[in-house]
């Protein structure tokens, strides 16, 4: 039986390894997990039918150290010892393992670990969620490339990321295989429904309000100042327009936030709610908005985009990355030119121009997208064949 180590050691894509692992252990493959304690969602409402091992950071969070620069120092010691339980179990059968790794947490560490399991004749797997990190500094193009030339294989979720991998790394781009993200609606399946009149009283909107949600964790390149200084410029166009915020950022990222939408007279308009979103809320945010807008200067992959056409809503999103691969402008969505106020000013009035049930319509075709090109069993095969071809070249 062919045993496959999932690597995700601070929890960055909890939502893609579990689907993954199920997937995988669906097809009858050996599935572990190696991850660590994960406080914001109710993780353990989901069925996990694989090995899961919390063997990460557990000394940082028993003692739920609040200084910042203690907790680094602190999870920076323990990073390394978690991976002595992995090294352990795979050094027992070299010839069906692999090591599925997620993201490089602290590069001197993880090049330790990757020379370790190789030394031992462990093949590495690496999905690159982002090519290169959304905040990247020029050595790390050459930091990735260590990690790249040294995987076994390389996966990306959109044909795009392909080619971005290939301007920055052509002699490695034999290693990329593309596999789309997986959906996340079987993750909101355990959650009850929310009504649309429900969830509007509960953040104040009117029921004929038009309500634009901006969801998920807010930094810079994902455009949120343009995207307020676009409803900024039709507010007196369309008065029932307002704007739901929901995602987490610093003190002082909300603070400029917040002056920008004093800035354009949007008080009135717009609601801010500065927190992680657990799933279990997600439906409220979701049914009480008419289109998730993604205005995003780049990104690889957006889960905000795959959460919205979960909850069959329509989505308005820049032509960058995997977001443009995944909406057809016009069927499941509507796509405009990324960094620009003006594409969003015409999306939202395009969008908003359309008669209530061509918007459902959008929202129920994303839905059904995801149902039948992104379900985790089509995603978990693709994984699959790839483990199978490399340890079949490898014999």
């Known amino acids: ?27 009858g493959l050996d599935v572990h997990l190696w991850a660590s304690d994960w406080p914001y969602d109710a993780l353990g409402m989901y069925p996990q039918q694989f090995v899961r091992h919390d063997s990460f950071f557990k000394l940082s969070t028993a003692l739920n150290l609040k200084q910042v620069r203690v907790k680094r120092i602190v999870k920076g010691l323990e990073y390394a010892s978690g991976f002595i339980p992995l090294l352990r179990q795979t050094a027992r059968n070299r010839r069906r393992t692999i090591v599925h790794s997620q993201w490089v947490v602290v590069p001197a560490v993880d090049r330790w670990i990757w020379r370790r399991l190789q030394k031992q004749g462990t093949p590495i797997f690496y999905t690159a969620h982002n090519v290169l990190p959304h905040d990247h500094k020029p050595a790390d193009v050459q930091t990735y490339r260590w990690f ?18 290939a301007e920055l790394y052509p002699d490695l781009q034999q290693k990329v295989q593309v596999v789309r993200f997986g959906e996340f609606g079987s993750f909101l399946d355990v959650f009850p429904d929310v009504g649309r009149l429900e969830a509007r009283n509960h953040f104040g909107f009117a029921e004929d309000d038009q309500v634009a949600l901006f969801f998920g964790n807010i930094a810079p390149y994902k455009g949120l100042d343009l995207l307020i200084e676009a409803v900024g410029r039709v507010a007196e166009r369309m008065p029932k327009l307002k704007l739901l915020i929901a995602g987490n950022c610093s ?11 004093r800035q354009h007279g949007l008080e009135q308009r717009v609601v801010f709610h500065r927190r992680h979103i657990a799933t279990e809320l997600n439906k409220r945010y979701f049914a009480s908005s008419d289109v998730c807008v993604l205005p995003y200067r780049s990104a690889s992959q957006s889960m905000a985009l795959f959460m919205a056409m979960a909850n069959k809503q329509a989505v308005l999103v820049t032509r960058t990355g995997g977001l443009a691969d995944t909406v057809d402008d016009g069927q499941d969505g509507l796509v405009v030119e990324p960094g620009s106020v003006d594409a969003l000013v015409q999306g939202l009035q395009s969008f908003f121009a359309m008669d209530v049930a061509r918007q459902a319509a959008m929202g129920a075709r994303g839905f059904r997208k995801m149902q039948e090109e992104h379900s985790w069993p089509v995603i978990a095969g693709l994984t699959r064949d790839l483990y199978e071809t490399h340890l079949g070249h490898q014999s």
Do not use: W
Request: glycine share 8%; hydrophobic share 40%.
């Open 251 to 261: 003190d002082q990222t909300e603070i400029q936030y917040q002056n920008l939408i």
């Open 148 to 165: 790249y030339a040294h995987a076994d294989q390389v996966i990306v979720h959109a044909p795009s990321n392909k080619a971005e991998f």
């Open 1 to 27: 039986m062919l045993s496959v180590h999932l690597i995700d050691p601070s929890n960055f894509t909890p939502h893609y390894c579990i689907g993954l692992g199920n997937g995988l252990r669906g097809l």
